[in-house]
């Protein structure tokens, strides 16, 4: 991460703070639904440039999450315990394949991020986009 307004906004955010691992999800997410707005367009996907955009599509979601994420870990000084890995997968509801209803290479395959206890190997996965989009907090992966 280099867009240092945003470095800065995630510091004013943390300074003197000992956040768990679900704060720093809640605070991960927050920060990029403040930062960015929902477009199906093809845009960048770097957290630096869609930062500065002001939207993306779920790459730019995801990638911006992971990166707010794993800055603030590194800030907390959890990088031992804790990472956020941004996954590529499909989106299914009820059993149901939403790729196979469109025919956009928008939906050829969806991003999404999970977070990785290190220790317990306990996994906790967010999908961004579907957060600002549908406001649903956590989804699975299998």
Known sequence: ??????????NEQTENKTLSIEEIIELSNRMT??????????????????SELKK?????????????????IGKQKLTDK???KHLVGKLDFFGLDIHKLFNSPFFK??????????????????DPSVRDYLRIDNVTSE
């Open 82 to 84: 804790y990472e956020f």
């Open 109 to 126: 395959d969806h991003d999404f991020n999970e977070i990785k206890n290190k220790l317990t190997n306990e996994k906790i996965y967010v």
């Open 1 to 10: 991460m280099t867009d240092k307004n945003l470095i800065e906004k995630i």
């Open 56 to 72: 993306a599509n779920c790459i730019g979601y995801s990638s911006l999450f992971n990166s707010i994420g794993n800055y603030i």
């Open 33 to 50: 639904s403040e930062e960015l707005n929902f477009t199906f367009d093809k845009i960048s996907s770097n957290p630096n440039l869609v």
